[in-house]
Each structure stands twice: as structure tokens, then as C-alpha cells.
């Protein structure tokens, strides 16, 4: 019994921190509100109380402007993707009041409530937390129910469908089922392993509308589950269909006001529970059964995630539409892609009475191409980031290793790269040469393994979000004439590239890539350089609008899932109401400079003698330990105050740094002349700054600023300074050319860059500032300095005759 309460206990908890965790994501995404903070402030006291009791070295700082205070969240993984873990407790500074406080989900739920709203309602706030709520006790009680699993891994269909611990880590209701009682869950959810029979009707062929593919037929296809008892037979029982329902949604229907004059027109008979029984898949909704060559689509009026899912008749048009559009190319492309499949729904029924559909029986007939006996892995099974002892994406890899009789990174490395050949070729001539995208997000997309345990095909369901480009209408002109229900399939060419982006660059591959380099196996950016190399040979080979997305784009496009959920849009109804947030682009992370933007150490690591000025340059990262008050005087001297507008006070000028140094955007070194520090130096990252906002900026793009802290001109040394200053970056391999925009009112500055080869391309109107936008490349470099071609990054003083 104690046993159990403090089972129950660590999945409650549990429950939470997943809650926690996907909110915050959520809100990092979506108001980019988030970055990182590294150590304990020796100045901003009332943060440093916070800091110092969270005991965490790194922290995310959410800025929470409607709510006047900052938010804390400890990071326990951070990853390169926008999936990171978090620590507990959150705490929150108010600077305000002068108070900090820690932030339970509670707290946290309703802070972010605020900071999304416009407007503030109580009933909007209420509806968000009891579905909020719902969410956190059906993750506990789904938990509880797979962590008495008894049974071994077998890596079937089934299994990989039943077992996702923590649903879905983009959407905050990640396990919403309202509707769904406890003991209701306990028949019907997936995560409970229970087999139901179907519930059964008998419908008039008046009240049936059916589209199905030639030779198949739903009226065959139901008739094979189950047979009418001999009590229902009757004269004219050949003009009745037997319908299947899900058990839950025949409850729902009786339930309604409409029901008793329904059944009592005798146009629907209820026979009740009959024939084999069926299993839930991920969805809920989607039943399966390993002896059945179809898996069925139910409505079903439970809340799950952001909609209620219910086949809207649109559903079953867009269902049969993309079946049909399908049927007539799959043959071509399979010849080519073999190893891809798109599963149909080649048949859907919709009934009606009194002109009115009725919903409950809107059903979708789907392909099942899964026995028992085959190896099939949902991919949200990779992406759940369990917060338990036993992580099954650990010790698949651990087992797939084992299986190779290799490492498990190499493991790691063999797999990825297996699933993304398998994958990106076959989409990106979907979207090539046939104008189409399926949603290829993780709980859409299965992948059947070999012995080997290493990905052999790839399937994609949901038939409704098989969709054209809006482009390719005019080809497909005759097709529409043929079959008018694939006009609901086309949408407008750049809502389909975001709505690629969420699915496949951030659901399917960034979700994929975290979950991977949690397992503490492997690092990201190697999986990060594969995805890269094979973007970039597919878009050397096969150029289309999709790689050139993928590999190009500044920003990649990610549902606004939180804010949807908090403003409660349905998706499910109007898809075109959701919004799309940014992300940076993790390819991009491809041409990433460790050394420039995270350098190891504080030491000097860089020297080098200019015998014309007879001084010793050096170069280290910044030390904010001890160069903060040093920095401050600087930056407080006259000269600086007019372009660096960096005399703020000693804590806001520490904050800059704090927030600065562990971020991927730009680093700080110091630069001494014969070892008296002179100058401070920025890099940065400009397809991360707001530079990048000005000109197409490449990720190989890197800028510096610089701050020469001396008045003397015997001081100065301003030449050399600048030099190690550009040889140091030009030495990085990921450094295409170098930018800079100092401002219109420096002219020094500009002399200066000049000097070095740095030429203007134009004027630009920053926020802060009206800058000379400038370019330097290697070559300009060495035209003025020939003799700093062979430069290398070394602490031996380098000597130049």
C-alpha cells in the first residue's frame, strides 16, 4: 500500500513537471519571451536570493511584461532545439514589491494566461486551468497504468501506440480527454491495454452517404465484423447497412434529445456490443484490430487536445479526396519509393436524418498494413522524454547498439541517418513533381523496422492532411472534373510551407533530435550535421521550394499551440485560424561557432607581437567575475557614453552579460596591449541578431563590435587590436564573411573597419541607432594584410617581420 501512495506520489509530480515543461516551451516559441541566464548576480540582490536557492548554474529568464515580474525556470537539459527539460521549483523576482516567490503549475498557469490575453476573463482563465487540470490527472493515471506494465518490449504496432507516457509534448492539454470519466478512460484510452467490442446500428440506405473507391465498399467492409443477430432479421433487412460505432459514442448519441425520435422512426436500429474486439491507437478515436485488414475512424465528442474530434463531413471529403487524388499516382511513385507508403482512406459514411448529419456515425475506413508480428514505432514514442527511471527511447538505442554490436552513438548516428534518407527524398518529390504535403508530425508518421531494429519503411496516416498546393490547381484540372472533392484539398503555397515546417522541421525532426540527445547518448549537433548534409544533397540534386525552405530560412514556422489553447480556437474546425509563431532555423546550427559564440575557459588563448608598435596582443573570454566593475568604468567614460550607451547601473549592466554569455547569439572577450586590458570585443551570430533583419543574412555571417577603452593614442593601439580581432574570427571555419554597423556618428569606427577592408553597403535605421552597414571577406582582409593569411589562434606570441 505504501508502495503504492508513493507511486502515485512520483507520478503526480511527474504529471506536472511534463505540464510545466511543455508550457514553458510552449511560451519560449511562441512570445520569445525566454533567455538563458547563467550563474547568481553578485549586484541585482533580490534575483540573487532567487538564484542562490535554486541551487541551478544555467536558468531560462522569462519576462513576464502583463505580469511585472521575471520568471526563473531552472534548466536541467538544454537542448539546441526549443525541447529543453526543466528543473523545480520555478521562482519568480518582483522587482516591483520587492518579493520573490516560488511558482507552482498553479501560478505559473494563470501567469501565462496573462501574458497571452489581451483581455482578461476569469472564465477564460477557468476553462484554460480545468483543462489544464484534466490534463495533468490523466497523465498521472495513464503513467500509473504503463508503469504496471508487465509484459516485455515487442515493438508492435499496438504497443507503440499504447505507450506515450506524455502525450503530446507541443500541445499544453497533453493528455486532455473531457468527456471521458475516469473509469470511461480506463475502458477506452489507449494506455490501459483494453479490447472493447464495437456497438452496432442498423441504418436505412436512405440515411447513408458513402464514398468509396472502385471495388470497395463500406456496407462489405462493416458487414465482415460482426453479423446481424437472427432477433433483427426482417423483410426488407437487405436495405439496411449494419454500422459500427465506438461504444463511448453510441453512450453520447442515446444520451441526446434527438435520439428518441430517431430510433423511433425505425431508420436506425440499435443493436448493441457485437463481434471482435478492437483496440484505441494513439488518437483514441482509431480503432485497430490485428485480425482486420482496416482500422475505423470514429467521432467521438471528448475534448482531446484543442478540439473536440468529431469527422466533420468536411473530414470524410477531404478523406475519400485524397484516396482518390492517391489511387491514380500511387503505383507510379511507389515504383520509385518503395520504402514510403501513404496509407488511404479509401471509404467514409456519413448518415443523415431528416437532412441533418448525425456526426456520431461519421466514419473513416483506414488501410492497415500491421500484423501482430510486425516491428512498428509511432515516432512520438522517440519524442516523449519520459521523466522516469526507464526511458524507453534509451534503451532502444541501447538495444539497437547491442543488436549492431556497435556504440550506442554510432547506434544513434546509423539509425538517424537511415530514417531521414527514408524519409526527405519521397517527401520532397511529393512536393516536387506532385505539388503535395502530408502532415508528417510525430503522431502521423510509423516506421516499420527491420530485424535489425533499424527503420525499413515509412508510413504516414490521416488522410485529411494529405494537401496540394494551391499552384498545382491548374494541373490537376481534370482530376477535379473527375473527382470535385479534391478541390478541398488545395491550399495556398506559403501556408503550406508552414505548415510543412511545424510538422516536419519541428514536430518530426527538432522534437526527434532533443529526445535523442537527452538520452544523454549523443550530442545534438552531430545529428544536426546529418539532417544538414542530407537537406543539402537533396536540394543539390532536387532543388524545390521545401529544401530551399528547410535549409534557407532565417526562421522555420511553429503552431502558436498555447496560444490557440489559451484563446480556445478549434483547430479541428477552422484549421486557418491557427497561428504560426517563428523559430530560428536549427539547420542553421550547421555553421554554429563553438569557439566564437561558446568559448571554453577564461584564459588567454590568443598572442601575437606587432614589432611596428612594439606591443603584445592577447585575447581571452571576458572573466564577469572580475572584469564587470572594470567594464563598467569603461563603458562610463565620456567617449563611450555618446555611441555605446552602455552606462547604465553596475546590476543592469551585469544582467546584460549574464543573459549574454550563455546565449547563442554573441560572446564578450577582452583584448590587452602588452597584458593591460585595452579593448572589449563582441562576436556575434548576425542571423541571430537584429542585424539580420536588414539585409539576407547568411548563417555564416558573424559580427563584431568594438570598444577601445583608452584615450592616450600611445594606448590606443587600434590597428593591432582590430587585426587579432578579425584574424581570430576568419581563423573559424563556419565564417563565410563579416559584418559590422557601427554607427553613422563614429566615424573612427568606420576609418578604422576601412582599414582592416571592411567596406559599407548601406545606411540602415536600427532602433538604437543609424548604422553604416558593412561587409568584410577574407580576401579583403588579406589584400591589406597579406602577411596575416597563415595567422594561427595560438597563445605562442606570434611574431610578424
Known amino acids: 500500500m505504501e508502495k503504492t501512495l508513493i507511486q502515485k506520489s512520483k507520478t503526480g509530480e511527474s504529471a506536472k513537471k511534463i505540464t510545466a515543461r511543455v508550457v514553458l516551451n510552449g511560451m519560449l516559441r511562441e512570445l520569445g519571451n525566454g533567455k538563458f541566464y547563467q550563474g547568481v548576480p553578485k549586484h541585482d540582490l533580490l534575483t540573487a536570493q532567487a538564484l542562490e536557492k535554486s541551487k541551478y548554474p544555467l536558468h531560462m529568464r522569462f519576462e513576464m511584461k502583463k505580469n511585472g515580474i521575471f520568471l526563473f525556470a531552472p534548466i536541467s537539459y538544454r537542448s539546441k532545439t526549443t525541447f ?12 516591483n514589491n520587492n518579493e520573490i516567490f516560488e511558482v507552482h503549475l498553479e501560478e505559473l498557469i494563470e501567469m501565462i494566461y496573462i501574458e497571452f490575453c489581451d483581455t482578461f476573463t476569469e472564465e477564460g482563465l477557468d476553462r484554460f486551468t480545468q483543462r489544464i487540470k484534466s490534463s495533468v490527472r490523466n497523465l498521472q493515471i495513464t503513467s500509473e497504468a504503463i508503469s504496471e506494465r508487465q509484459h516485455p518490449i515487442s515493438y508492435s504496432f499496438l504497443e507503440s ?31 490501459f491495454e483494453n479490447g472493447f467490442q464495437l456497438d452496432y446500428f442498423l441504418i436505412h440506405k436512405d440515411c447513408i452517404s458513402e464514398q468509396s473507391l472502385s471495388g470497395i465498399s463500406a456496407k462489405e467492409i462493416f458487414a465482415t465484423l460482426a453479423s446481424v443477430p437472427e432477433e433483427y432479421y426482417f423483410d426488407n433487412i437487405a436495405d439496411y447497412y449494419i454500422v459500427p460505432c465506438h461504444p463511448w459514442e453510441a453512450k453520447y448519441l442515446m444520451s441526446t434529445e434527438e435520439y428518441p425520435e430517431i430510433i423511433g422512426s425505425g431508420l436506425v436500429i440499435h443493436i448493441g456490443k457485437l463481434g471482435e474486439e478492437f483496440y ?26 484543442g478540439s473536440v474530434r468529431t469527422n466533420s463531413l468536411k473530414d470524410l471529403r477531404r478523406g475519400y479526396a485524397s484516396s482518390a487524388w492517391w489511387n491514380d499516382r500511387k503505383t507510379l511513385f511507389e515504383k520509385t519509393f518503395p520504402d514510403f507508403k501513404l496509407l488511404s482512406e479509401p471509404s ?29 514505432l509511432l515516432l512520438a514514442r522517440l519524442c516523449q ?59 502521423n508518421l510509423l516506421i516499420q523496422l527491420n530485424d ?67 538520452t544523454g547518448l549523443i550530442e545534438e549537433q552531430k545529428l544536426i550535421h546529418i539532417l544538414y548534409d542530407e537537406f543539402s544533397s537533396l536540394h543539390q540534386s532536387e532543388p524545390s521550394d521545401l529544401t530551399d525552405y528547410a535549409l534557407h530560412q532565417r526562421y522555420w514556422a511553429v503552431k502558436s499551440n498555447l496560444q490557440s489553447a489559451i484563446l480556445d480556437v478549434d483547430g479541428g474546425i477552422n484549421a486557418s485560424s491557427i497561428s504560426y509563431a517563428k523559430v530560428p532555423n536549427l539547420l542553421h546550427r550547421y555553421f554554429f561557432s563553438q569557439q566564437l559564440i561558446h568559448p571554453q575557459g577564461k584564459e588567454v588563448f590568443f598572442k601575437r607581437y606587432f614589432p611596428k608598435e612594439d606591443v603584445t596582443i592577447s585575447m581571452r573570454p571576458i572573466d564577469l567575475e572580475n572584469d564587470l566593475e572594470m567594464l563598467h568604468e569603461w563603458f562610463n567614460r565620456e567617449h563611450a557614453v555618446k555611441i555605446w550607451q552602455m552606462n547604465w547601473p553596475i546590476d543592469e549592466l551585469e544582467t546584460y552579460y549574464r543573459l549574454m554569455l550563455p546565449s ?41 563590435h568594438q570598444f577601445i577603452a583608452p584615450t592616450d593614442p600611445k594606448k590606443k593601439y587600434v590597428s593591432p587590436s582590430t587585426q587579432s580581432m578579425v584574424d581570430y574570427v576568419f581563423a573559424q571555419p563556419e565564417v563565410g564573411k563579416m559584418v559590422g554597423e557601427g554607427s553613422v556618428d563614429s566615424l573612427a569606427s568606420m576609418m578604422n573597419k576601412a582599414h582592416v577592408g571592411f567596406k559599407v553597403d548601406k545606411v540602415i535605421e536600427m532602433p538604437h541607432k543609424k548604422a553604416n552597414l558593412n561587409f568584410c571577406y577574407r580576401e579583403w582582409y588579406w589584400e591589406k594584410f597579406p602577411q596575416n593569411k597563415n595567422i594561427q589562434i595560438t597563445t605562442n606570441i606570434i611574431k610578424n617581420e
Open 348 to 376: 467514409t459514411i456519413s448518415v443523415f436524418f431528416k437532412k441533418e448529419n448525425i456526426d456520431s456515425f461519421n466514419i473513416l475506413v483506414r488501410e492497415n498494413p500491421f500484423s501482430s508480428q510486425d516491428k512498428v
Open 161 to 191: 501506440e499504447q505507450i506515450l507516457p506524455a502525450g503530446h509534448n507541443l500541445h499544453p492539454f497533453t493528455k486532455s480527454r473531457m468527456g471521458f470519466s475516469e473509469e470511461e478512460q480506463k475502458l477506452y484510452a489507449p494506455e
Open 385 to 443: 522524454d519520459e521523466s522516469t527511471d526507464h526511458n524507453f527511447t534509451t534503451d532502444f538505442f541501447k538495444n539497437l547498439a547491442e543488436t549492431l554490436q556497435t556504440s550506442p552513438e554510432q547506434a544513434i548516428l546509423t539509425w538517424f541517418k537511415r530514417y531521414s534518407q527514408l524519409l526527405l527524398p519521397p517527401l520532397n518529390t511529393l512536393f516536387k513533381e506532385f505539388g503535395m504535403a502530408p502532415e508528417v508530425h510525430q503522431q
Open 664 to 704: 547563442d547569439e554573441a560572446h564578450s572577450y577582452i583584448i590587452a596591449s602588452n597584458d593591460e586590458p585595452s579593448c572589449n570585443i563582441e562576436v556575434y551570430w548576425a542571423c541571430r541578431d537584429i542585424v539580420g533583419d536588414y539585409y539576407e543574412v547568411l548563417p555564416t555571417d558573424y559580427g563584431t
Open 452 to 518: 535489425e531494429l533499424l527503420p525499413q519503411t515509412i508510413y504516414v496516416r490521416d488522410g485529411q492532411g494529405y494537401l496540394l498546393k494551391e499552384s498545382y490547381k491548374e494541373k490537376y484540372k481534370k482530376a477535379i472534373e473527375e473527382c470535385p472533392e479534391i478541390e478541398d484539398l488545395f491550399i495556398r503555397d506559403e501556408r503550406l510551407l508552414d505548415i510543412i515546417s511545424h510538422h516536419l522541421l519541428v514536430s518530426n525532426f527538432a522534437a526527434l533530435i532533443s529526445s535523442l540527445g537527452k
Open 84 to 95: 529543453h527539460e526543466y528543473g523545480f521549483p520555478i521562482w519568480a523576482v518582483d522587482h
Open 280 to 305: 484505441a491507437t494513439s488518437s483514441i478515436r482509431t480503432l485497430y484490430s490485428p485480425q482486420f485488414n482496416w482500422m475505423l475512424k470514429f467521432s467521438l465528442h471528448v475534448l482531446m487536445t
